[in-house]
């Protein structure tokens, strides 16, 4: 014992310590560098002249007023609102629909949910490569249809340029909706019994139970569910290029696909690293917010 | 909401009437999920001219298993006519080193986070979180040229890195959630008995994490097996992965659309990430919750 | 097997003082509980004796040696957790043999150590077991076992028994003191149960806000309480205050009550010096439950002085043992402990004793013992 052991020790504490930070370094170092040094990059390239090859001349607003003067882009924006509504709107119903009948003590319920939230596992460019076969005009759905007697039923939304952003809605909604389900399944079970017994023992039917009590109570997971989905549809990409391939023309295009086929295809770096800051700006506005107070409240909770 | 059942007055036919509806509406729900999965498996089983004659939902009547073999074996992929098998192997080159990568940085900067908190820790987590939440078009154009520069364009390492580098934040998100409900006292308690921070980690911490673990490797393994973006962004040619080459066969214009041979793909493409959903579909839905909800 | 002390010590977390100068010092083989309310501060004063916190301020001292920066591991203690802190992937024998086999002990000692412990705790069936396999009592016994072990300078404990059910708390509480006298270990233990205190501690030290605010023996700090805080604290049901005058009775001092018309004077028989300047001045007289009882007379032989007086019942409350009597004394509750035999029903007016020898006197403003 005695001071040398001391200081020794001192010095092994000082690096455990340390090494806490030291360990995390390498990860933040890589945040820093892969997530916040690219996006500083990618704005600046907004700003700059950059077309074929990123050069850094300073172009002020000029790709951003080039951007929001592309029909293209418009057609975007405007899908993105369309699908994005849509897509949010159906899991919403389909979702809670489901995971409140799920609720009622159903016998074969965990194979059920095993059904609903498979396609959750797949990858995108497998929902896009089935619906593109089960919609397509010549031999899917609408053969099917006329082969059952149906003769005058059409169904030409894969190739219908007005149309074709709501085939990307149905195979969206097919491959998300099941999630919701299991977000708001996981809420309902969450939910107070003995509130539930209460409200029963006073008399009250069980559609007013669930509409009074239940719903009302898990509205948290309605915020996050719609967040999450929003989030979702904003970075739609892949379920577009394996499905319509933003066509007919560029009519179901999205603002993802739009920035990778400027970005890649088209030599238009600047444009599309505009858009790509757009994209930017309308996921934080969504997601920090709710961040700020799903972090405030944990707080408030724990 | 399952006891209320037991306090049910309205017996009899009303009753009886409403929960056949309740299973009727559930079953249509199941098969409206089904129908795309059985199509897909019976179109792959079909022959072309079967296809043609028969419709969508009638079953193959003669089972071939050519379609299989052709996707696996001669499918073209852009010029190259090997089959989707080369691919296959791409992304299983992927997703293995990226899935343990970022799995075990995830474990040992959640665990650094909570167990051996230092000042700035809580900054340090949230800057990390952010990057789970960003659209990756964002970084698409930065990461191209900074691959290009570390001669890792086109390779399967330089997909790697990516994966690992944005697949991070939900780990790290994973397993410092998990640790937070760890107590403390485990720690103080090796401390006290002399272990150090790597001790501690491997010979604790480690061991009790399991079903974080799990959760952390589904979540990446999906992920990344079904990741497109970066695919086609940062890997063309011969190091593509699975998705990108199954995209690229079912979207070639030349020769007969061989819509057998798309299916058997994208079955293929599906079948390990679907497979690990059967196996272990709660770990599956315990990942996907806390990666998108629990900030 | 050492001494320990404190002196000085302060610890901020940030700008929150949480310790405010603690000054202990405690001698070879005693047992030091450290008792106070929620957040007073005694685990953060208990890490800081482990090592696992570092002090803001002042000085610990394990023997003569300063160990302000000795890293845990090297302080020889052990410590026994709340919670347990088993570690739930290994079985008891490895969680007892970790600290041991982390130091480098040979397989051969480990195994004997083990087999010592596990005998001395009588928990040798279990050894093969995980902690989820165990029940609190025995989790409790594994902890213990992993502390004992190492054969420390000093145990820590940390509210040990507070996730026990009542009865095995009270045998577990037993076993502690017996491996106490046993072993005659250095032990500082903390606790909010002031019944643990008094029953194991050779001396206590009682904290609210970071400030120690006692640090006695048991038999001083109940008779002898400094403050009202440790007066109410220490001892169940808690003391009675009521708000009086200490009033000059024909040359001898007396408490005066007052009450609805009437005043109720309890004279002090052997008054120290220091009541002298309170006379005539507004005090707080403390008063156990158990020196306020049936009716009794004269003086016995411990040396009690009654001086009796009439109130009505308000409630009873039968333990068992004692019942307890709760009298309205100037729109205060106020309760008495009486003899189940004795016992009044509610309403009913009956004589009380109060034994004067056994009171407290406090500075209302100051909240200090006169
Ligand atoms: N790491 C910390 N950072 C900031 N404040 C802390 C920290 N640890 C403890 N405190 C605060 O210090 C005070 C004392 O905490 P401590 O845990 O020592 O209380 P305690 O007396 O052990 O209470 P209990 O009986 O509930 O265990 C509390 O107010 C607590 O909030
Ligand atoms: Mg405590």
């Not at chain 1, 295809?265 to 444009?271: K, P």
């Not at chain 3, 501060?41 to 800081?48: F, R």
Request: aromatic share 10%; charged share 15%; net charge neutral.
């Amino acid at each position: 014992m005695g001071a040398s052991q001391s200081t020794e020790s001192n010095l092994t504490a000082g690096i455990q310590r340390h090494l806490s930070k030291i360990v995390v370094a390498p990860s933040f170092a890589a945040s820093l560098f892969f997530v916040y040094g690219f996006i500083l990059w990618t704005g600046y390239m907004a700003f700059s002249k950059s077309r074929m090859l990123p050069v850094w001349d300073w172009a002020g607003l000029r790709q951003y007023e080039r951007l929001w003067q592309m029909e293209r882009w418009h057609v975007a924006i405007e899908n993105l609102l369309i699908f994005g509504g849509l897509f949010i709107v159906t899991c919403l119903v389909i979702g809670c629909l489901l995971a409140v009948l799920l609720d009622q003590r159903i016998r074969a319920e965990g194979a059920l949910r095993t059904i609903f939230l498979y396609p959750m596992a797949l990858s995108f460019i497998v929902t896009g490569t089935v619906w593109k076969w089960l919609l397509n005009p010549g031999l899917g759905l609408e053969s099917m249809m006329h082969d059952l007697g149906w003769t005058s039923f059409e169904f030409d939304w894969l190739v219908n340029s007005d149309m074709a952003i709501y085939t990307v809605v149905i195979a969206a909604v097919w491959q998300a909706s099941g999630f919701v389900m299991a977000m708001f399944l996981a809420a309902l079970r969450g939910v107070d019994q003995d509130i539930i017994r209460a409200a029963y023992m006073d008399g009250a039917s069980l559609p007013r139970i669930y509409f009074g009590i239940i719903i009302p109570s898990i509205r948290p997971v309605f915020l996050s569910a719609i967040v999450v989905l929003a989030h979702l549809a904003v970075k739609s990409f892949d379920l577009v290029i394996a499905l319509t391939g933003g066509g007919p023309g560029y009519s179901s295009d999205l603002p993802a696909t739009f920035m990778y086929t400027m970005a890649f295809q088209r030599n238009q770096l600047g444009v599309g690293a505009a858009s790509a800051m757009m994209m930017l700006a309308t996921v934080m506005a969504i997601i920090v917010p709710y961040l700020y107070s799903e972090l405030r409240g944990g707080k408030k909770n724990g | 909401m399952a006891d209320i059942q037991t306090y049910s007055h309205d017996a009899g036919w009303k009753h009886t009437v409403l929960r056949g509806l309740l299973y009727l509406v559930l079953i249509l729900f199941a098969a409206y999920y089904l129908f795309p999965l059985i199509v897909m498996i019976s179109t792959s089983l079909k022959s072309l001219d079967e296809i043609r004659e028969g419709s969508l939902i009638s079953l193959p009547r003669v089972v071939t298993f050519d379609a299989w073999n052709y996707a696996w074996n001669e499918a073209c992929v852009g010029v190259e006519c090997t089959g989707i098998k080369i691919y296959f192997w791409n992304s299983v080159k992927m997703a293995v080193p990226a899935v343990l990568i970022s799995t075990f940085l995830g474990a040992i900067n959640g665990y650094a986070l909570t167990k051996w908190r230092f000042k700035g820790a809580n900054i340090v987590f949230a800057l990390l979180l952010f990057g789970c939440f960003i659209p990756f078009q964002v970084v698409l154009l930065p990461m191209s040229q900074v691959l290009g520069k570390l001669g890792l364009a086109s390779s399967t390492a330089g997909l790697v890195m990516v994966h690992v580098v944005y697949g991070l934040c939900f780990t790290t998100l994973f397993f410092r959630n998990y640790y937070v409900s760890i107590p403390d006292e485990l720690v103080k308690a090796a401390t006290i008995d002399g272990a150090g921070f790597f001790t501690i980690f491997w010979r604790i911490i480690l061991p009790i994490s399991t079903p974080i673990i799990v959760v952390s490797v589904i979540w990446q393994f999906t992920q990344i097996w079904n990741d497109f973006l970066f695919g086609a962004s940062f890997a063309s040619g011969a190091n593509a992965p699975m998705t990108v080459a199954l995209n690229n066969i079912v979207n070639t214009t030349t020769g007969v659309k061989q819509y057998n041979v798309d299916m058997a793909a994208a079955l293929l493409t599906g079948l390990p990430t679907l497979l690990v959903y059967v196996l272990a579909g709660k770990y599956f839905v315990r990942g996907l919750t806390a990666g998108s909800v629990k900030g | 097997m050492a001494s320990l002390t404190l002196d000085k010590v302060r610890k901020a977390f940030g700008p929150v003082e949480v310790l405010k100068e603690i000054n202990l010092a405690i001698d070879d083989g005693e047992f030091l509980v450290l008792v106070g309310p929620s957040g007073c501060g005694k685990s953060t004063l208990l890490n800081l004796i482990a090592g696992l916190e570092s002090s803001t301020d002042g000085e610990i001292r394990i023997g003569d040696r300063v160990i302000n920066d000795v890293h845990p591991k090297d302080r020889n203690i052990a410590m026994v957790f709340q919670s347990y802190a088993l570690y739930p992937n290994m079985t008891v024998r490895k969680n007892i043999t970790f600290g041991l086999e982390i130091r480098g002990v040979s397989n051969q000692e480990r195994d004997k150590a083990v087999a010592d412990v596990a005998k001395l705790l009588q928990i040798e069936p279990l050894l093969d077991r995980k902690p989820s396999q165990l029940s609190g009592g025995q989790r409790q016994r594994v902890a213990m076992g992993r502390a004992l072990v190492r054969d420390p300078d000093i145990f820590l404990f940390d509210e040990p028994l507070s996730n026990l059910d009542a009865k095995l708390r009270v045998d577990m509480r037993t076993e502690i003191k017996k491996l106490h006298q046993r072993l005659g270990s250095t032990i500082v233990y903390v606790t909010h149960d002031q019944i643990e205190a008094m029953t194991l501690a050779s001396r206590i030290a009682v904290m609210k806000d970071g400030i120690l605010q006692q640090f006695d023996t048991p038999q001083n700090i109940y008779e002898r309480p400094n403050n009202m805080f440790v007066a109410g604290f220490i001892g169940s049901p808690s003391m009675n205050f009521i708000d009086a005058t200490l009033v000059d009775d024909g040359g001898n001092l007396a408490v005066s009550i007052a009450r609805e018309g009437t005043t109720i004077v309890l004279p002090l028989f052997e008054a120290p010096e220091s009541y002298k300047a309170y006379a005539g001045k507004k005090v707080v007289f403390g008063i156990r439950p158990e020196a306020l009882t049936h009716k009794r007379t004269g003086s016995d032989e411990q040396g009690s002085q009654y001086v009796n007086f009439d109130s009505k019942v308000e409630v009873i409350e039968p333990t068992g043992a004692d019942t307890m009597t709760v009298i309205d004394i100037a729109g205060k509750e106020i309760v008495a402990r009486v003899r189940p035999d004795r016992a009044p029903t509610p309403g009913e007016s009956m004589t009380f004793s109060a034994d004067m020898s056994q009171i407290s006197l406090f500075d209302p403003e100051t909240e200090l013992r006169i």
